[in-house]
């Protein structure tokens, strides 16, 4: 455990606190979950696959929480297309898409926007708050196949097919 953090188990919960914020975690059921002041010990209750599966997935997300509220994780998407922007408005995100009105996008709690350009950083502590919260975004637009409009992850490579023209001349 790094230094800085501050681990309690409640009923049910497994509580972090750093200096990027908090963050609370369900305990999975079948293990035994061991906080001492400079680790945490998940093991499974019994032998069942059901009780070893859990106990890799807690690991998992106790490992995000701590990086989380010590470093954040972070997510870029790519607008692409002639016409297709984003605006802050307030704590929404408002979305120009080809659509006749502009899509507004309400932000989750605990995940920050900053905009340059074609490019939305989204940004939290949350890991799975944040991944849900890009597909969401991406969801309201995706890249098309013919001309590659639509919004997707930085680095993101969407496969194009040829259009009507090109196979007909062909």
Same mark, same amino acid.
């Given at each position: 455990m790094p230094e800085?953090? @501050?681990v309690q188990k409640e009923s049910g919960m497994i509580s972090f606190k750093g200096p990027k914020g908090e963050l609370a975690i369900p305990i999975l059921p079948f293990l035994k979950i061991a906080v001492n002041a400079s680790s945490i010990q998940v093991s499974p209750h019994t032998t069942m696959k059901q009780s070893r599966a859990n106990a890799g997935t807690m690991w998992s997300l106790i490992n995000n929480a701590?990086?989380?509220i010590t470093l954040g994780f972070s997510k870029t998407l790519q607008i692409e297309g002639i *016409?297709?922007?984003?605006n802050m408005e307030a704590n929404s995100l408002m979305?120009? +898409?080809g659509y006749v009105q502009p899509v507004k996008f309400d932000l989750p709690e605990g995940i920050s926007?900053? +905009?340059d350009k074609n490019l939305? /950083?989204?940004?939290?502590?949350? /890991? @799975?708050?944040? *991944?849900?919260t890009a597909a969401r975004i991406r969801q309201l637009k995706k890249p098309e196949p013919y001309k590659g409009k639509g919004i997707r992850y930085q680095g993101e490579i969407v496969r194009r097919k040829v259009g009507k023209k090109a196979a007909a001349a062909a």
């Open positions: 800085g953090i @501050h701590v990086e989380g *016409g297709y922007r984003a979305l120009s +898409l926007v900053s +905009l939305i /950083k989204l940004a939290g502590i949350d /890991k @799975h708050l944040l *991944g849900e």
